[in-house]
């Protein structure tokens, strides 16, 4: 079990930009994916980004391409979700989340979940 720590969540206007970052406690297994979530009030849990490690290929669902940037560090330490041109369709609470197994992708099949950093856009 690894412990996941997403922060840089808060509140802001339209067109504004947040950056998110997830920071674990420590690695057993070095993980395959990494990637950010999110769940908006009465809505389904759905897939943001994600990050594949070995060749840091990227997916994004459709409404975030061009906006948000998925990046992580060499160390595998920080993942980070640049989020710029925020909609109020984009409030939610954002999580982060592993898995040791390929493929990558944005379905909720991973094994390792942070408790969630709070994301929200006024128009």
């Known amino acids: 079990q690894v412990d996941l720590v997403e922060s840089g969540g808060g509140s802001v206007q339209a067109g504004g930009s947040l950056r998110l970052t997830c920071a674990h406690s420590?690695?057993?297994?070095?993980?395959?994916?990494m990637g950010w979530f999110r769940q908006a009030p009465g809505k389904e849990r759905e897939g943001v980004a994600s990050i594949s490690i070995g060749g840091l290929s990227t997916s994004y669902t459709d409404s975030v391409k061009g906006r948000f940037t998925i990046s992580v560090d060499d160390g595998l330490t920080t993942l980070a979700l640049q989020m710029d041109s925020l909609e109020p369709e984009d409030t939610a609470m954002y999580y982060c989340?592993?898995?040791?197994?390929?493929?990558?992708?944005?379905?909720?099949?991973?094994?390792?979940w942070g408790q969630g950093t709070q994301v929200s856009v006024s128009s």
């Open positions: 420590r690695w057993k297994v070095r993980p395959a994916c």
């Open positions: 989340a592993t898995k040791e197994w390929f493929p990558c992708g944005l379905d909720l099949q991973y094994d390792n």
